[in-house]
C-alpha cells in the first residue's frame, strides 16, 4: 500500500519561471494539506483541500500561490513566477477524513524547490 | 494565532542515555502528535494523544499528554544510532479533534554519539 507520493522530489526553477508540485494522497484518503519547510524550522501549514473543495487556504500567501485537488488526479500547488524566498521544502499530507482520525496526518517525503 | 514552544532545540547525548523533549503552548488541545524527520524526508508519525493524562508507548518511545491540555512529553529509553532525526511536536489549530490543520513546534534535533 503506497504511502503519500510527491513528485518531484527536487525541482529547480530560475526567477520568474513557474513551479508545479504534485501530491497523490494514500489510498482511501480524500483529505489533502499543504505545509512549507524552510531551513531549521518547523512545517507552516498552506492550505486544506478535499476532492473539488478548498476548506482552508488561510496560510496560503495571497498572490502567486494556487492549489487544487480535483476529482481525478493528484493535488497540484502551484507557484507562478517563483522568486528566491519560495526555495523551500513542500510537504503534502494526506487524512482519511473520518472525525476522530482526521488530524491523523500522513505525510509525503516532500518536494525541495530551489530557486536561482 | 497559536504556536508550540518546543525543548529543547539540539541534544547530544551518547548511545544507551534515555531523552527528554517537550512542548507546550498557551492553548489548550485536544490531540498531540509526535513526528520524527530524518534529513531529507518527511515527517513520520510517531505517537497520537487524544486525552489529558494520557500516557502511551510506542517501543522505546512514551508520550504523555498534560494534564493541563498545553504541554506534552516526549521520552525515549536506551537511545540507540539510528535516533538521530528532527522531532516535532504538532497539534490541531483551534483545539478541537476535527480541525485538520496542523500547527508544529519547532523541532528538537537529536544526535547520538556511538
Known amino acids: 500500500n503506497a504511502g503519500v507520493m510527491q513528485n518531484p522530489r527536487h525541482l529547480v526553477r530560475r526567477r520568474g519561471q513557474e513551479a508545479r508540485l504534485r501530491c497523490s494522497p494514500m489510498?482511501?484518503?480524500?483529505?489533502v494539506y499543504w505545509y512549507r519547510q524552510l531551513p531549521e524550522e518547523g512545517l507552516k501549514f498552506m492550505v486544506y483541500?478535499?476532492?473539488?473543495?478548498?476548506?482552508?487556504e488561510s496560510g496560503m500567501p495571497k498572490e502567486r500561490f494556487s492549489a487544487e485537488f480535483p476529482k481525478e488526479g493528484p493535488s497540484i500547488l502551484r507557484i507562478q513566477q517563483v522568486v528566491r524566498g519560495d526555495s523551500a521544502a513542500y510537504f503534502c499530507?494526506?487524512?482519511?477524513?473520518?472525525?476522530?482520525?482526521?488530524?491523523?496526518?500522513?505525510f509525503g517525503a516532500g518536494t525541495r524547490l530551489s530557486v536561482l | 494565532g497559536q504556536q508550540l514552544n518546543q525543548s529543547p532545540q539540539s541534544m547530544f547525548i551518547q548511545e544507551g542515555e534515555d531523552v527528554s523533549m517537550n512542548c507546550t503552548s498557551s492553548?489548550?488541545?485536544?490531540?498531540w502528535l509526535w513526528y520524527k524527520q530524518d534529513p531529507g524526508e518527511g515527517p513520520v508519525l510517531l505517537i497520537a494523544?487524544?486525552?489529558?493524562?494520557e500516557l502511551t508507548s510506542n517501543g522505546r518511545l512514551t508520550a504523555q499528554f498534560g494534564i493541563t491540555r498545553k504541554d506534552s512529553f516526549l521520552n525515549i529509553s536506551a537511545s540507540i544510532p539510528s535516533d538521530v532525526g528532527i522531532y516535532f511536536c504538532?497539534?490541531?489549530?483551534?483545539?478541537?479533534?476535527?480541525?485538520?490543520?496542523?500547527?508544529f513546534g519547532q523541532g528538537t534535533i537529536l544526535t547520538v554519539h556511538p
Open positions: 499530507a494526506s487524512s482519511p477524513g473520518k472525525e476522530w482520525t482526521k488530524n491523523i496526518q500522513y
Open positions: 489510498k482511501g484518503h480524500s483529505h
Open positions: 483541500l478535499q476532492k473539488e473543495n478548498i476548506i482552508d
Open positions: 492553548s489548550i488541545f485536544n490531540t
Open positions: 494523544l487524544y486525552k489529558a493524562g
Open positions: 504538532a497539534a490541531p489549530q483551534g483545539g478541537g479533534t476535527s480541525y485538520g490543520k496542523l500547527t
